[in-house]
């Protein structure tokens, strides 16, 4: 899930600075590590962590610079060969006992997810946890069969009749995955397990804003039987992000726009495989036969879930005229109702905080940007006072496309609803964007809402659902247009971190090929005779 936003290669913009001699870690978050028993690689730069629902710093990280990102690839490059030799059943039983550690650990993984985080326990519980726990054990069982040797037909070509052609998928060798800070395990660790399926090894770069979870899957990891030097953590700023594509063998980055074209050059100065899940303005087009408390519920939910930092969030939305009121009034009536603040276990409040500090100006920004240009607001509309960083559940009517709110990506907890003729005005809307990650139609005439959204410049369209698509971890999941390049999940998942070999093998053959010198004028009439036969015969236009 994309749209968090991260400077590259310089540090992020509003992040705390890093600073020499913070204190160590407290609350149960892991202590800094570089995410293997030997912590040699480090740094004396640090960078503070704090927890955004409080204000207050929970720990620190080291802010690894080039060399020390050199000797961490170097590690990986040592440690990998023989992992990949392993296979994958000796693969899949390290992923099988991470996945029973995570079940073993829930409290602690959520704990420390919530701490830098500032989202709510369930937010943690199904996303960061749920997804990850999950993907675990999808990986490990599906790697091989979207890995096997593939067998190609040779009968469409005469000179390959006969031959084995075979394609074959190997370890690309060091990936490097740059994760967000809005789902600090499901995106940034999930990354990294089918590319561990395949027999790579990984160095994850988590955002500085939540680097504590992804150290806490490295201890997890070296606690489940993982060689030393398979999986690391470069903890730093946006500078390590640009040490790490440059040693690494392909990179999988999730974030902002702006910040995926940057890594995009780094990666072609490298010369890698570049994979870019970046960000969403993702529409919500609601028909007049929809089922209204569904359709408003769902888009108070995945509006507001995970305080709105979401790629995958709904973020606009169009209805028909003629359900419009009572729909707006659905959603209203919801929205009002969700509480906020600091999170403080199970079901303690609704909505969480604001993670990333510059996000708090850009939801502000953008709320006072469409009352200023004739919107309303029906609900919240304002930051709260801190010490954390809060922005109220907002609803939004009398938008258009004038308006910031429904053509640039908020990644807060705001909605702004608009008023439609019909269904088609709504398709046309839905595609004036940028974006094109997500987007969901909702009706009651389900061949009718299919039509509608394969009509839609999105990777994914959910119909009378959202967001869900995401766990089906078999259905790729990627952005078109300004929203990214290649996909998650699926073949194409784990496919994105390989080398595709081609295979062609020669039983039995000739001493001397009929094409091979030398050349005469007998074997070429020859052959210009079997091509005619051959070919001559077909359709003619």
Request: one cysteine or more; a neutral charge.
């Amino acid at each position: 899930m994309a749209g968090a936003q991260e400077q590259f290669p310089a540090a992020t913009d509003g992040a705390p600075a890093p600073t020499d001699g913070a204190p160590a870690p407290t609350d149960g978050a892991p202590a800094p590590t570089d995410g293997a028993p030997d912590a040699a690689i480090t740094s004396t730069r640090t960078i503070p962590v704090e927890n955004p629902a409080t204000g207050e710093e929970i720990g620190a990280v080291p802010a690894l610079g080039p060399d020390e990102i050199e000797r961490l690839a170097g590690r990986a490059r040592a440690a990998q060969p023989a992992w990949a030799a392993m296979g994958f059943d000796q693969r899949g039983k390290v992923l099988r006992r991470a996945q029973k550690w995570m079940l073993d650990h829930v409290d602690r993984i959520i704990e420390t997810v919530v701490s830098e985080s500032g989202k709510t326990y369930e937010d943690a519980q199904f996303a960061d946890f749920g997804y990850t726990v999950t993907a675990l054990g999808f990986w490990a069982k599906e790697a091989p069969r979207y890995l096997e040797n593939e067998r190609v037909p040779s009968w469409n070509n005469p000179i390959a009749i006969g031959k084995k052609l075979v394609i074959r998928y190997a370890p690309i060798g060091v990936a490097g995955v740059i994760g967000p800070w809005n789902f600090p395990i499901a995106n940034s660790f999930g990354d990294c397990i089918p590319a561990l399926a395949a027999g790579n090894s990984v160095i994850l770069k988590p955002s500085e804003v939540t680097p504590l979870s992804s150290l806490l899957m490295a201890e997890m990891l070296n606690e489940c039987g993982l060689p030393e030097g398979v999986f690391q953590v470069a903890t730093g700023d946006g500078s390590t992000g640009a040490a790490l594509i440059a040693n690494v063998d392909c990179v999988m980055f999730t974030g902002s726009t702006r910040t995926g074209k940057a890594v995009m050059k780094a990666a072609a100065d490298a010369l890698i495989p570049c994979y870019l899940e970046l960000g969403g303005k993702d529409p919500m087009i609601v028909c007049a036969d929809a089922n209204i408390d569904r359709a408003a519920n769902a888009a108070a939910f995945y509006s507001m879930n995970n305080g709105g930092q979401v790629c995958i969030s709904i973020e606009r939305v169009y209805v028909e005229e003629p359900v419009y009121d009572q729909f707006v009034k659905k959603v209203t009536d919801n929205v009002r109702q969700l509480r906020q603040g600091v999170p403080d276990g199970i079901a303690s409040v609704d909505v969480g905080a604001v993670t990333f500090p510059p996000q708090l100006e850009t939801v502000d920004d953008h709320v006072r940007d469409a009352l200023q240009k004739g919107a309303k607001v029906l609900v919240g509309g304002h930051p709260r006072p801190g010490p954390g960083r809060f922005f109220e559940p907002t609803v939004l009517v009398d938008v258009d496309h004038s308006m910031k709110c429904m053509t640039e990506e908020t990644f807060g907890p705001t909605l702004p609803i608009m008023k439609i003729a019909d269904a088609e005005e709504g398709v046309r809307l839905a595609n004036d964007s940028a974006y094109g990650l997500q987007a969901s139609v909702w009706t009651r005439n389900i061949k009718r809402g299919q039509e509608l959204a394969r009509r839609i410049e999105a990777g994914v369209v959910c119909v009378n659902d959202a967001q869900i698509n995401y766990t089906a971890l078999n259905l790729p999941m990627g952005g078109w247009k300004a929203s990214g390049l290649g996909s998650r999940h699926g073949a194409n998942g784990i496919r994105k971190y390989t080398k595709v070999q081609s295979l062609l093998v020669t039983r039995r053959a000739l001493k001397r090929e009929p094409f091979m010198f030398p050349y005469t004028a007998s074997r070429t009439k020859l052959l210009g005779r079997v091509a005619r036969l051959l070919y001559g015969r077909g359709r003619r236009d």
